[in-house]
């Protein structure tokens, strides 16, 4: 059975930084589209970011040039690099991936991982 687990989230001051990163574990061949998305209470989750198994990259609006995905495909694992952080980014954020297994293709999500930011 394959997991993403995810790690890095808490609280931080508004203009400060965190980075989550996910990691794969399990048995599968290969881990295409990876991304990070968000849930607030009280509205639908959505996209943050994210990054083709070739490197290429995605973000929503609010968060260009803030934000930062990556991934490291040796080790299983994709990060995003949060910086000038903001209230409004205060939410729990859940990983995703698209992993090819035993079972073909399986769209994966972690447990999430709560980043509050305070003002």
């Known amino acids: 059975q394959v997991q993403l687990v995810e790690s890095g989230g808490g609280l931080v001051q508004a203009g400060g930084s965190l980075r989550l990163s996910c990691a794969a574990s399990?048995?599968?061949?290969?881990?295409?589209?990876m991304g990070w998305y968000r849930h607030t209470p009280g509205k639908q989750r959505e996209l943050v970011a994210t990054?083709?198994?070739?490197?290429?990259?995605n973000y929503e609006g609010t968060v260009k040039g803030r934000f930062a995905i990556s991934r490291d495909d040796a080790k299983n694992t994709v990060y995003l690099q949060m910086n000038s952080l903001e209230p409004e980014d205060t939410a729990v954020y859940y990983c995703?991936?698209?992993?090819?297994?035993?079972?073909?293709?399986?769209?994966?999500w972690g447990q999430g991982t709560q980043v509050t930011v305070s003002s």
């Open positions: 990054i083709t198994r070739g490197g290429t990259t």
């Open positions: 399990g048995i599968f061949f290969r881990i295409n589209d």
């Open positions: 995703n991936a698209d992993v090819i297994s035993t079972k073909a293709m399986e769209s994966l």
